[in-house]
């Protein structure tokens, strides 16, 4: 089971043509891909203290020397809506630029209920309000919090990849910011790394939602949840139970909607996953330890 989970974390990698920079050990670092949606891995050279690290005016992840890499690396996000061309980051005083290549997402067009398209007055105040919440959560900053590579947060087909460019009954909309995995509705969402849940609620697109803060401006959020099972300020450990599948909100079908969002950056969530069997399996197998220790109660309590 394990080598058939690695093998498909392979072949998903080669689908998005994901290629870490030379030198770069993905086990120990994120994946690069320096396009719109992806992430730039930066050397910025030895310090003697943790520097300050900032593109585009916002704080970003820093990952420490280790023995693998004598210096510190940069962990930029780049936005869905980043031109291709030079781009820089600010590292105390000292200015560092890099290079973004352009990339040609794929388009989908979805049929909606009209109401999801064209927003009345009361539901176009209501999304307004829920945006304010959402982009808090998203821009919050834990400067201590170390990196932890991610696992899936449950087993199913991706059924929309990121960065489709949508429309919806025709209109154009902003690309598909996260990945969409289709499961039946009830089946269980676990933490895909360590986190503290941040936000919580019932929002008119998303439907019931989660927001787990990672650390360093790394953030999940998870759409369309069935049941929500925990609360704002909780602390999950990876293969933590955080709700259920469902169909709420803006969808045509029960699936888990997952944005992973780095430094306010809506980016790939592929280029979080570990590609290491073991930290692919941890929440999975830790959710089929609940699932068996669920089952067996019921089975204790069955009248029959």
């Given at each position: 089971?394990?080598?058939?989970?690695?093998?498909?974390?392979?072949?998903?990698?080669?689908i998005f043509a994901l290629t870490p920079d030379t030198g770069i050990e993905p086990?120990?670092?994120?994946?690069?891909?320096?396009?719109?949606?992806?992430?730039?891995?930066?050397?910025?050279?030895?310090?003697?203290?943790?520097?300050?690290?900032?593109?585009?005016?916002?704080?970003?992840?820093?990952?420490?020397?280790?023995?693998?890499?004598?210096n510190w690396t940069a962990v930029v996000g780049l936005p869905l809506s980043a031109k291709p061309g030079q781009h820089s980051i600010k590292i105390n005083d000292l200015t560092h630029t890099f290079d973004v290549r352009g990339h040609a997402y794929k388009e989908q067009r979805l049929t909606v209920k009209r109401k999801h398209v064209n927003l009345s007055k009361e539901a176009l105040t209501r999304v307004r309000s829920e945006k304010k919440k959402m982009l808090k959560?998203?821009?919050?900053?834990?400067?201590?919090?170390?990196?932890?590579?991610?696992?899936?947060?449950?087993?199913?087909?991706?059924?929309?990849?990121?960065?489709?460019?949508?429309?919806?009954?025709?209109?154009?909309?902003?690309?598909?910011?996260?990945?969409?995995?289709?499961?039946?509705?009830?089946?269980?969402?676990?933490?895909?790394?360590?986190?503290?849940?941040?936000?919580?609620?019932?929002?008119?697109?998303?439907?019931n939602t989660v927001f787990l803060d990672h650390g360093q401006g790394l953030v999940s959020m998870f759409c369309h949840l069935d049941s929500i099972e925990v609360k704002d300020s909780d602390i999950l450990t990876a293969g933590d139970r955080l709700g259920t599948v469902g169909a709420t909100g803006r969808v045509t079908g029960p699936h888990l909607h997952w944005t992973v969002s780095l430094n306010d950056a809506r980016i790939n969530p592929l280029l979080m996953l570990s590609p290491h069997p073991g930290v692919l399996s941890k929440a999975l197998e830790v959710s089929a330890a609940h699932d068996k220790a669920q089952a067996t109660q019921t089975a204790q309590v069955d009248p029959r």
């Open positions: 089971m394990l080598e058939l989970i690695s093998s498909l974390l392979q072949m998903l990698l080669g086990h120990n670092q994120p994946l690069q891909q320096r396009i719109p949606g992806g992430v730039a891995l930066i050397d910025i050279g030895p310090h003697t203290q943790r520097p300050s690290a900032t593109f585009r005016g916002k704080a970003v992840m820093l990952l420490p020397p280790d023995e693998q890499q004598d959560a998203f821009r919050h900053f834990e400067p201590n919090a170390e990196w932890q590579p991610m696992a899936w947060p449950l087993k199913g087909p991706l059924s929309s990849p990121f960065g489709l460019q949508r429309y919806f009954n025709g209109q154009k909309r902003n690309p598909h910011s996260g990945l969409d995995i289709a499961a039946p509705t009830g089946t269980p969402i676990v933490a895909p790394s360590d986190g503290k849940v941040t936000l919580t609620g019932d929002f008119y697109f998303n439907g």
